[in-house]
């Protein structure tokens, strides 16, 4: 019966280890919570009653909204994997996730980097997760490599992406540009391939140093 969690309710309720709530996930996503304000900010499990009404420990949710709002699921440290579907175009609220493993998504690469995501340390389920799938021909496949072939290359959007082991950037490219915190970018990037020669290289711009994909590869080609 529960439709709305105020400000502050579970404020200072550090020792709380379970939460268990008689009814779904769907249920539990149009009950109104204040940010930082769910009994999942303390808890380390949360448990819904499946449809035999039993209850399950939450580790996996899938989402198929445009517009997606995670405050209901702020500080769960169960949730291991995440689905969202390719009809997803912004995502606020998203924060600590710390257990979040894997990422599936129903769309392209093309698709993933045209989402918003509203203060993306917060928001962007990366930030947390080690692994993102996508989908090609029908089929998921780990992102490992991505091919840039504009101008300038805005980055924010595979911030956290650790799986990425290789970044093509054709002779277009200028400017790499991040509209996030560069200190939190998190590539485990192997090798850089560019389109273009060593001198061509030196006359490209980069703000900061993190956002020159060298500071985290080694190699490049």
Known sequence: RVS??????FKNASSLKKVFYE????????IKIDAFSGPMIYAEEMYFLD?????YLVEEVSFDVKELNMNNFCGFDCLKTIHLSEEVKSIEM???????????YDGTLEDWLKIEFVKWWFSNPMYHAE?????????????EEIKFDSEIVDI??????DCLKKIYLTNK????????????IGLNVDEV???????????????????NPMYFSNKLY
């Open 193 to 211: 391939y560019y389109e273009g020669t060593l001198e061509d290289w030196l006359n490209l711009e980069f703000t900061n140093e993190y956002e």
């Open 4 to 9: 709305k969690i105020n400000n502050n309710a």
């Open 23 to 30: 009814g779904t996930i769907d249920d539990w996503q149009k």
């Open 94 to 104: 998203l924060g600590n996730l710390v257990n979040l493993e894997k990422v599936y």
């Open 51 to 55: 449809e035999d009404n039993v209850y």
């Open 131 to 143: 692994e993102i799938y996508m989908k090609k021909d029908n089929e998921y496949y780990l992102v």
């Open 173 to 184: 490219f200028k400017k790499i540009y991040n509209s996030g915190l560069p200190q939190f």
């Open 156 to 161: 924010s959007n595979i911030v956290g992406f």
